[in-house]
C-alpha cells in the first residue's frame, strides 16, 4: 500500500473547519436579497456539498488503510457500527435536549399518545436549521461502499456511472413529483459529488484543464440562471442550486486545493474542522432556541453574526471534546461484546 496515498491530508480539516463557518453563516437570518447581493449561492451555500465531497475522499482514505477490498468487507459489523454510532450519539444527546428544553417550556407535550411522532422526527433529523444531515450521513453509510466500489473498478469511467445514476435519481424524482421535505432527506442527490470526493483519493486521479474548465463554466452558467436569472428547471426543482449541476464547479476547485494544497495548515481551522459535526449540532440547536435573545439586544447585525459564530463554534468545540471520549468508550464497549464468545 502507497504510504502516500493513505497519509492523512490536514488540509481536509482546514476545509471542514470553513464549511463549519459557512454552515454557522448561511443559517443567521439573511434576507434573500443579501444572499444574492454577496453570492452565497456560489461559496455559503456550498457548505453541505463540500462534505459531502470531503466525506467521499476521507471515506475512501480510511478504505485504504483499512484494507477493505470488497463490498462484503465493507459492509462489516466493525465497518459500520463505528460510524453508526459516531453519528448516532452526539445526535441523541441534542435532540434529547431539544424535546427536554421544549417540554419544560410547555412548547411541546410528549406522552403515550405521541411519543412515535417524535420517534419518527429523531430519524428525520430532529429540529433546527439543517436538520435533514443526521439522516444524510446515516444514509451516507450504506451507500458509500457501493459507489467507492464503483470508481474503484471503473476509475474515471465511474464518475461517469455515478453522475448516470444521479441523474435517474432525479428524473424518477421529478416523474413522481417528490415532496420536497421528502426529497431534502435523501442521500442520493449527492450520489455524483460524494463520487467526486472519491474519486479525487484514488490513485489514478487526474482531471485535465479543458475537463476542469467545462465543468466550472456549467456549474456557475446554471447558478447563475437558476438564482440571479430566473431560470426554472425543468427536472431538477428542489434545492437545484445545490444539485449535482450546480455543484459541478466546485469539483475543480476542491480538487485542486486536495491535490496541491495539502501541506498548508491553520490550526485553528483545523480545530474547527474537527469538531465540524459537534458545532453543526451545536447550531441547530442555537438557532432553534437560543439566538433570539441575542436578537433583542444586538441590533447591530455585523456584531450579531459575530456573536452566533463565537457561540456556534465556541459551545461546539467544548461538545467536541466531551463527547468525543464517551462515544469513543461506547465504541470499545460495544466491540468488546461483540468479541465475546
Not at 121 to 132: A, I, K, N, T, V
Not at 160 to 189: K, P, S, T
Not at 241 to 266: D, E, H
Request: hydrophobic share 50%; proline share 4%.
Amino acid at each position: 500500500m502507497d504510504k502516500e496515498q493513505t497519509k492523512y491530508n490536514n488540509f481536509i480539516d482546514v476545509l471542514k473547519g470553513i464549511g463549519a463557518i459557512f454552515i454557522i453563516i448561511t443559517h443567521f437570518p439573511w434576507t434573500d436579497a443579501e444572499r444574492v447581493k454577496f453570492l452565497f449561492p456560489f461559496w455559503i451555500e456550498t457548505a453541505v456539498p463540500l462534505f459531502m465531497i470531503i466525506s467521499g475522499y476521507v471515506y475512501a482514505i480510511s478504505y485504504k488503510k483499512q484494507g477493505i477490498h470488497c463490498l462484503s468487507e465493507a459492509y462489516l459489523p466493525r465497518n459500520i457500527v463505528n460510524k453508526l454510532i459516531r453519528y448516532t450519539f452526539p445526535f441523541l444527546v441534542v435532540y434529547i435536549s431539544e424535546l427536554i428544553y421544549l417540554s419544560a417550556v410547555g412548547n411541546i407535550i410528549i406522552n403515550r399518545d405521541n411519543y412515535l411522532e417524535w420517534v419518527f422526527c429523531f430519524f428525520r433529523g430532529g429540529l433546527g436549521l439543517g436538520s435533514y444531515y443526521y439522516p444524510l450521513m446515516i444514509q451516507f453509510i450504506f451507500l458509500y461502499p457501493i459507489i467507492y466500489f464503483i470508481i474503484k473498478k471503473y476509475s474515471h469511467k465511474g464518475m461517469i456511472i455515478c453522475f448516470a445514476i444521479n441523474a435517474i435519481y432525479e428524473l424518477l424524482q421529478r416523474a413522481y413529483a417528490m415532496d420536497g421535505n421528502f426529497y431534502r432527506l435523501l442521500v442520493f442527490r449527492y450520489i455524483f459529488i460524494i463520487a467526486a470526493g472519491c474519486y479525487m483519493a484514488s490513485e489514478a486521479a487526474r482531471m485535465k484543464f479543458k475537463t476542469g474548465f467545462a465543468l466550472c463554466l456549467i456549474g456557475i452558467a446554471f447558478i447563475v440562471g437558476v438564482t440571479y436569472l430566473g431560470y426554472s428547471p425543468i427536472i431538477i426543482i428542489h434545492w437545484s442550486g445545490t444539485s449535482f449541476i450546480g455543484c459541478l464547479y466546485m469539483i475543480p476547485i476542491i480538487f485542486l486545493l486536495i491535490k496541491k494544497v495539502k501541506n498548508c495548515r491553520f490550526m485553528p481551522l483545523e480545530i474547527i474542522g474537527k469538531a465540524s459535526y459537534n458545532i453543526f449540532l451545536t447550531q441547530m440547536v442555537w438557532y432553534g432556541f437560543g439566538s433570539w435573545y441575542l436578537e433583542k439586544y444586538i441590533h447591530n447585525r455585523a456584531a450579531l453574526l459575530g456573536m452566533n459564530l463565537l457561540v456556534c463554534s465556541g459551545v461546539g468545540l467544548i461538545f467536541y471534546f466531551i463527547e468525543t471520549p464517551i462515544t469513543k468508550w461506547i465504541i470499545k464497549k460495544i466491540y468488546a461484546l461483540c468479541d465475546k464468545p
